[in-house]
């Protein structure tokens, strides 16, 4: 009988992702492709672009995003691809200037989507 192979009952990502809400979006450029797409979920760590655009992996990316915490660029790569939804992006460099907003903008999704407490 053969292996079974299964999902390891751990992520691999060292920081949880939390899904956006459908205001997130973000410019993004590889190479000589450029557009604007839907961020479906973020970390501190990376992202998950909802794209129809395919990238191999290992691609760098430049992102900007368009939030009201104000700017916030990055570099990043493509981790994976998947076919006809999107890309998985991991940051690699974001400016010392921009990181607060990035925080900023994952405690406001954060806090917007824990329940409302009624008294």
């Known amino acids: 009988m053969g292996a079974v192979l299964s ?8 920081s949880s992702r ?9 410019c993004w450029r590889c190479g000589d492709v450029e557009d604007i797409s839907r961020v479906s979920d973020l970390s501190v760590g990376g992202l998950f672009l909802s794209t129809p655009i395919r990238q191999p992996e290992g691609v760098k990316a430049q992102l900007e995003f ?3 915490e104000g700017n916030i660029r990055a570099e990043a790569v493509v981790r994976h691809l998947v076919p006809s939804n999107g890309l998985g992006l991991k940051f690699t ?3 010392d200037q921009d990181c607060p907003n990035l925080v ?6 954060q806090s917007s989507s824990r329940p409302k407490r009624v008294n």
């Open 7 to 14: 999902k390891p009952l751990y992520s691999r990502r060292s």
């Open 18 to 26: 939390v899904e956006t809400p459908d205001g997130v979006w973000v």
């Open 104 to 109: 900023a903008l994952i405690k406001r999704i």
């Open 66 to 68: 368009l939030v009201q």
């Open 93 to 95: 460099a974001i400016t």
